[in-house]
């Protein structure tokens, strides 16, 4: 198991995904676009600001239900209800997310799947856990027996989706298969366990990608952004895999964004 602080961690998360199937759907309401927060992001994020403040004084939290500025680190990165979409039509997944960023970096990260029972945490040079048993990331070395994930933006109209359909429609028709769950940091924890070999998405926020990432990359996975650069929980996209696949989910990224350019 990792350090004490990704144990106090996943106990603090799993105690906002207990509030979240108490309280279940109600005060539903539209935030942007095709965007929903409900009564429990609601007060699954008061509970993690208030266990938080507790656990680490002084470190701010940063929630996506909050206005909360992005200052120096260290900071808590936390999404109260990762899936809500899901959760608010009774689709059963979603999870609960939080990420200590800290000067170096992601230290500690967990993501807690309520409705599986299932905790993933990682802290950095330690390795990646689900359920206190250490994970990896798969060996898959080709497209063909791949099994990838994306997701979509919530900002989408019928006359302008906003974002391309090109990659998707390449891996349609050579992957094994494409998932689209609604939860980022669940999609980067199963490429972190091998349940998925690689999962891509732009639109994303701080919150919905931090811990998931840091469960990735201590799992042997790979993580970039989807243009190759060096990762960035600020910029909003990713490109995540097993490791051997990446350059070649890479490389028809890069195809379709050279097109567009």
């Known amino acids: 198991m990792t350090n004490a602080l990704a144990g106090e961690l996943s106990a603090i998360c799993a105690g906002a995904g207990r509030l979240v199937l108490a309280r279940g759907v109600s005060g539903r309401a539209r935030k942007a676009g095709h965007e929903v927060v409900t009564d429990a992001d609601l007060q699954s994020e008061i509970l993690l600001r208030k266990e938080l403040s507790q656990l680490t004084p002084g470190v701010p939290v940063i929630g996506e239900e909050g206005n909360d500025p992005v200052g120096e680190p260290p900071y808590w990165l936390v999404d109260p209800l990762d899936g809500t979409t899901n959760f608010a039509h009774g689709y059963p997944v979603f999870s609960i997310s939080a990420a200590l960023y800290g000067t170096a970096g992601l230290e500690t990260g967990c993501v807690h799947d309520p409705v599986r029972g299932e905790t993933f945490v990682a802290s950095r040079g330690e390795g990646a856990f689900l359920n206190g048993a250490r994970i990896s990331s798969s060996a898959t070395s080709e497209i063909g027996q791949a099994l990838l994930a994306t997701g979509f933006p919530y900002a989408r109209r019928p006359a302008d989706l906003g974002f391309d359909l090109s990659p ?94």
Not at 208 to 235: C, H, N, S, W, Y
């Open 168 to 261: 998707l429609l390449y891996f349609l028709g050579r992957a094994q298969g494409i998932r689209r769950s609604g939860s980022a940091a669940l999609d980067l924890s199963y490429v972190a366990c091998g349940r998925l070999d690689g999962y891509w998405e732009q639109h994303l926020r701080p919150w919905d990608m931090a811990a998931g990432a840091l469960m990735l990359t201590e799992a042997g996975g790979r993580l970039t952004g989807i243009d190759g650069q060096p990762f960035d929980v600020r910029k909003g996209q990713l490109m995540a895999s097993n490791g051997p696949l990446h350059e070649r989910l890479l490389e028809v990224v890069r195809r379709w964004r050279s097109t567009r350019s």
